[in-house]
């Protein structure tokens, strides 16, 4: 059912390639203005329905709707410039400078000069992100200075979901830590409709207003990060937190 | 995210790259058009130094008339010249009456002048009268080898089936060549070798031969002292120097052909094997020999000037480089888009990467020559640059089509889907993403391409190109190792520049990425 606190539908979504599932039917909705963590092993199908909304991939069966309108072919170039994507590994074009980055798309629009440059600079104090970093090509930067960019470039049309796959996988601890810090300021600030793909439980829990489980393509559970815990739907839930758990046990403090 | 190198290119990369060839080639286009400017008489030769001779007279009888002249020397074969006289690329050559009679009008029996003359009017060619020596074919052996087995008649070889020949290719060939001598004389031999006739003088020297074709003429006969066999069943046809001139030059410089018509029976058979060993044996220019003849024979004033070496490199140069960096700048032009197809089109591009790789395969002297009759059909010029330059376009495209469309596959599926994921037009994407990307992959291709044609234009003198082949083919026949190397050193430099220039080119279009 399509109603204003849901900005992405999915209704009966599978895809496979070949005789390869790599999502079974799947309905979800994506509710306006929270922040949605798909989780789960590899190959669950976490980061192919993320690319099934911004249909890099399209469904082999079934439909995903935005803000109500089916996705299609002719619609897809409208609805992704009101999409922001962020990959792993930033997915910066190594041959552009940060700022060129960040608005290339701006400038493919015609955007002017000044309107670019005034986004330019709310978005640098937003991230944040030294100014000096924005002359440099993506290899000058630190792999944190990246996800910055990359985030700076998936938020400069102002769009009105962002689409995450796991954006902070790449990078050492202490860098990750701090940029789950100001992630997470951001989606407050902005409240912004994110959905955001992680293997890792206690980064879902951080961020996640909604916690969708999957496992070999398919939903397992979906609620908050406490249902998962106290209401297990399946024993694969139990042993997934537990083993996430068990990984960080010595502190425990996340959980 | 890792970063290879490789990928750090600058978006201008492709408009640099195109815009440098763009001004090498206007470049080249200028130096070569400066070449042509007023309505001379143009002149061709064959690539032997006898007709390189008559070519020299020919200029420096029309020259004295006041009219310029431009000889085209060594132009090529009988073939390429009377196709280049039909199409108006030159106005005139020496010929021999044999040549019209059993190669130009081979299978239809002309006997006399008047008959050639009515076979050529049908064609709009002229020819004026015999210039005086017959330079007909004879088989020669050493005068020590002829002697020592009795030898002085063609007749004579039937009793010895073991002798080595060694035949010019064109002898090998012609109707009235080895085939119908061995037939007329009944001749038993088997061994019988094709190679250069230049050579085959060295190879008769050394008795790795025994006997080989000879033009009554050559200068060599006396020079090493050879015995030309007595054509006792007078098989050889008579070759007659004539000169054959387009009608149209009548009305359009009479005086050049009343200056040419003077030339007839002015020239006996000794007079001609004096002028060739003065070319060949004592390395006197040929127009040199031509002014000199001129002066004293006919009491004109000649002044046929001899090309400066300096010059000579240079207008080879100007020639080389027209080829090279036409042929390639339109292979850039054509080789790109194809590429790109090739990239999003799975299956056609396969079918245009096999087409383009086919291409690349036929053998250069073969595309050269299958091109002339296509090129001729469509009116084209059939000899001389277009063609050349048409090969080497064809030989061109596959490096740039191959390494366009693995430079655009081989940018990574995230880059790709993240410049999808911005909705960015295929068209943005294509030039402000791929491409770039692409553009160190596409720029080696590019310098494949460029430096193989600047060794393959070397061929385009055998179909009167020009280019550093001229005095590599010049120097063959005149066994002159300096004019070879006139050629081949240019050559090897100009290839190692256009390599180094890509590689500066390369530095500029993909930036290394200044340290932190």
Redesign the interface.
Known sequence: MTNRNTLIQLKAVSKTYGNLCALKSTTLDIPTGKTTVLIGQSGCGKSTLL?LI?R?ITPTTGSITFEGNPLTEQN??????R?G?V?Q????????TARDNVT??AR?LKHTKSDINRRLDELRELTPLPAHCLD?????LS?GQ?QRVALM?ALFLDPDLLLLDEPLG?LDPIIRSELQTDLRDIFLRLSKTVCMVTHDLSEAAYFADKIVLLQDGKIVQQGIFNDLLDRPADPFVTRFVNAQRGAISPSGATL | ???THH?????HGITNAAITTLAIATLAIQCHAADVSSEPVKIGSKTFTESVILGEIAAAMIESTGTRAIHRAEFGGTQILFQALKTDEIDLYPEYTGTITHEIFAGQNLKSLDDIDAALAKQNIKMTRPLGFNNTYALGMTRQRSSELGINTISDLKNHPDLRFGFSNEFLDRDDGWPALKKSYNLPQLNVAGLEHALAYRALQSGALDVMDLYTTDAEIAYYDLHALTDDRDHFPEYYAVYLYRTDLETRDSQAVTAISRLATTIDNPTMTALNARAKLDRVPEAIVANDFLNQTLDIEANRAVESRTAQIWRNTKEHLFLVSTSTFAAILVAIPIGVIASKRRKLGQALLAIVGILQTIPSLALLVLLMPILAAIGLRSVGDTPAIIALFVYSLLPIVRNTHAGLVGIPA??R?????????PM?TLF??EL??AARSILAGVKIAAVVNVGFATLGALIAAGGYGQPILTGIRLNDHTLILQGAIPAAMLAILTQTTFDILERFIVPA????
């Open positions: 690319r911004i890099l897809i170039t409208t609805i992704r410039h999409i994507y990959i590994d930033g997915g910066l074009f190594p041959h552009l290339i798309l493919h440099r090509h993506p290899t000058q792999g990246r470039r790449a | 995210m890792r970063t990928q750090k290119v600058s978006r995230p880059l889907e993240s410049a999808d994921a911005l909705g960015l037009s943005a402000q993403i770039p990307l990425a200044p340290h932190k």
